[in-house]
C-alpha cells in the first residue's frame, strides 16, 4: 500500500539544481505568487481549488486520508 | 563611541596634483575604500598594476553593518593575504537553528562536507575587515590610497574617464583608462552618470542592536519566527568577536525608527529576549529598511560598478559584502589581462555577464527569504505558519522554512567563456562551477588545493603515477607555458613521486580530489585565475586546452 511522501520530493526535470533547497524555494515562490493581489476570500478559492486538483492528480485515497488527518494535527 | 573598538583614523596626504598642478593621466582608479573597492585595489596591486584608490572619508565602516562572510569570500580573502586574519579574529561557525514559538523546528549545516580549509561561515565586524584590507593595501607600493578625496564629477568618452575630486586642499581632476565604481549602495559615481538601479524596498524596519555580554551560547546563527518575547515578529542572534552580539529585531512598516532606537525601547525587548538577569550594554543601535535592486548594466564603457554600487539586497543570507567580494574577484584578473593587452576589451563584458547572473540568483533568494520572513499577503503568512508547523515533524517543510539561504558562490554555468563538456563527468565540477577544496601534500607539506591554484590559468592533470608521465604527454604539454597568456601544468596525482620534466605534483592525498572532481587517470581541468572551473577534458590535448584558453580570455 502507498504511503504519504513527507520527504523533500521537488524536483523540476528541465532544471539543473546546484542548491539543495532551490527546487522547493522555487515551488514555494510559485506558490505565493500565485496569490498575488487576490482578497483573502479569493485566496481561499484558490487553495481550496488548489487541493482539490492535487488530490485527484494522487488519486489514493490511503495516501489522502494520511495527509488529511496530518494536516488536522494541531489545528 | 564603541566601547569594543577605536576606530582608526587614516592620514590624510595633499595629493600630488595639487602640489604639481598638471592632470595625470591613470591606468585604472577605484572610487570607494568599503570591502570590495579596497579588495580591487589589492588585487590589481597584486598582479602588478599600479592603481589609485579614492575614498571621501578617513576611517573604516562606521556602525553596525555586515558580520557574516561566507567560505568564498573567505577564499577570495586568503588570495588578498587577509584570510588568515579575518579567520582568527572572526568566529566561526557552521550550524543554523530555526525557532518557531517556543519550539526549535529546524537546524542545518552550512559545511556538508569535511576537508575544507575554511568554514561555512565567520562572524566579524565589518570594520575589522576593512581594517585589516586597509593594512593589507599599505603594504602594496603600487596602491595609492588616498583618504578625503571625494569624486564630485565624472564624465566618460570611449576611452578615458575624467574625474573631479575634491579634497580638504581643494579640487583637482584626473584621467583614467578605467573607473571602478566601488562607492557603495548610494553610488554618486552612479547619479553623476544618470545611470538606474531597478528593484524594490521591503515594507518593513528592522532594529539592529550590538549587544556587549558574557553568554556562554554557542558560536551559532539563532534564529526565531514569532518568539514569546517579540510576539508576531521574526528575531536573529549571532555571535561576533569581542564578547558583542548582534540582534536583529523586525519591527514593522508602522514603527517609528527614532523612537525605536531609544534605549529606554531597546533595552526592554533585550531584557524580554535574555531574561531579565543578564548584563548587558549596548554598543550601537540602528533601524534599517531593506531593498533588492540592481543596475541592469554593470559595465558602463570605461566604468564598471561592482559590489553595493552595483547591486543592494536584503541581509538576510548575507549576499551582500559577500558578493561584492566576488564581483572584483571575478573583474581584477580580466581587467588585468586587457591592460596588459593580452585580451580584448570585450572581455570585461563577461565580467558584467557573470556577475550580473550572480546578483540575479542573490536578489532571487534574498527576495524570497525577505518574503518568507516578512510576509507580504495573509495568505503568504498563513503558508508560512503552516510550513513552520509542519517542519518540527516532516523533512519535506523543514526544507521549505527559509530564514535566509547564506551566500554560497554562484555557478557560472551559462557563461560564454566557458567550454562545455565533451565527454561524461559525474558531479559538481562542472564548466563555471568555484572549485571545491581539497587537501593535498606537496613534497610532503600539506597544503589546500585552493591555496595551490589561484591568480593564473592552471591546467590540472590527474594521474595514477608522477612517474609513468612519458614523452609524449610532456612535449603536449610544453606549448601551455609559453602561450601569451601562460597556461601553469600541474599534475595532481593519487600518490607521490617525482614527474618528469620537474613538473609540479600535488599528492591527492585524501583522496578528495580525485572524488570531487571525478578525476582518474588522464582528467585534466583548465582553470581560471578566479578559481573556477573554465574546461576539462578525460585526456590531455594541448590544443584543445589552447581553444578553451582562448575562449575564457574572450578570444573567440
Ligand atoms: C545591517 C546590515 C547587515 C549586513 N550584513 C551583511 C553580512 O552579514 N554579510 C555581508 O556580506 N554583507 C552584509 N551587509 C552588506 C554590506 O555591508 C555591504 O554589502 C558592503 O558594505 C558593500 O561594500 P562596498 O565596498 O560595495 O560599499 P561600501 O561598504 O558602502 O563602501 C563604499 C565606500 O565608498 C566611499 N564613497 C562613497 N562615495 C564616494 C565618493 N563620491 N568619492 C569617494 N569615495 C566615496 C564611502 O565612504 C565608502 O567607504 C549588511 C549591511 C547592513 C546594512
Known sequence: MATLNTAANFSDPDKRYFRAFSPGDDFYEALIDAHRELSDAQSALLNARLILLLANHIGDLNVVREALSIAREDV | ?????????????????????????????????????????????????????????????????????????????????????????????????????????????????????????????QYYLEEFLVKRAQELPLVDLRWK????????SDDLATLQVETP????ALETDWLIAADGARSSLRRM??????????????LIADVVMKADFPAERWFWFDPPFHRG??????????????????????????????????????????????????????????????????????????????????PFGARGANSGIQDADNLIWKLNLVLDRKAPETLLDSYAEERELAADENLMNSTRSTEFITPGSSASLTFRNAVLSL?????????????????????LEGSSLNTPDSECFRGEMIPGAPMDDAPLREAGRELWLLDAVRDRFMLLCYVDTPAAVDATTLAALAPLGAAPVAVEVVLVAARDGVA?????????????????????????????????????????????????LARAIGRV
Request: charged share 25%; proline share 5%; hydrophobic share 40%.
Open chain 2, 1 to 125: 563611541m564603541l566601547s569594543t573598538y577605536g576606530h582608526p583614523q587614516y592620514a590624510y596626504v595633499p595629493p600630488v596634483e595639487l602640489r604639481a598642478g598638471a592632470t595625470r593621466r591613470y591606468a585604472v582608479v577605484v572610487v570607494g575604500a568599503g570591502p570590495v573597492g579596497l579588495a580591487a585595489a589589492i588585487d590589481l596591486a597584486q598582479r602588478g598594476t599600479p592603481v589609485l584608490l579614492l575614498d571621501d572619508d578617513d576611517t573604516v565602516s562606521v556602525g553596525s553593518r555586515g558580520i557574516c562572510y561566507a567560505k568564498r569570500a573567505l577564499e577570495v580573502l586568503d588570495r588578498l593575504g587577509v584570510g588568515d586574519g579575518c579567520v582568527a579574529k572572526g568566529v566561526s561557525w557552521n550550524v543554523g537553528r530555526t525557532f518557531f514559538r517556543d519550539d526549535e523546528v529546524y537546524n542545518f549545516q552550512l559545511l556538508s562536507q569535511p576537508d575544507h580549509k575554511r568554514p561555512g561561515m565567520i562572524n566579524l565586524q
Open chain 2, 149 to 156: 578625496n571625494k569624486v564630485v564629477a565624472v564624465c566618460q
Open chain 2, 169 to 172: 586642499d581643494g579640487v583637482y
Open chain 2, 193 to 206: 552618470l544618470n545611470l538606474e538601479v531597478e528593484g524594490k524596498v521591503f515594507m518593513d524596519r528592522f
Open chain 2, 233 to 314: 515578529q521574526s528575531v536573529l542572534l549571532h555571535r561576533q568577536p569581542d564578547n558583542v552580539w548582534r540582534i536583529d529585531f523586525q519591527l514593522g512598516w508602522q514603527a517609528d525608527p527614532e523612537e525605536e532606537k531609544k534605549p529606554e525601547h531597546v533595552i526592554p525587548r533585550i531584557k524580554a529576549m535574555l531574561g531579565d538577569d543578564r548584563q548587558f550594554d549596548l554598543e550601537w543601535v540602528s533601524v534599517y529598511t531593506f531593498q533588492c535592486r540592481r543596475m541592469r548594466d554593470f559595465r558602463h564603457r570605461r566604468v564598471l560598478f561592482v559590489g553595493d554600487a552595483a547591486h543592494q539586497v536584503s
Open chain 2, 391 to 411: 517542519a518540527g515533524r516532516y523533512p519535506f517543510a523543514r526544507a521549505l522554512v527559509n530564514s535566509g539561504r547564506l551566500s554560497v558562490p554562484s555557478v
Open chain 2, 500 to 548: 618528469p620534466g620537474g613538473l609540479r605534483v600535488l599528492e591527492d592525498s585524501a583522496g578528495r580530489y580525485a572524488e570531487r572532481y571525478d578525476a582518474r587517470n588522464g582528467t585534466a581541468y583548465l582553470v581560471r585565475p578566479d578559481q573556477h572551473v573554465s574546461a576539462r577534458w578525460r585526456t590531455i590535448d594541448s590544443e584543445r586546452v589552447l581553444a578553451a
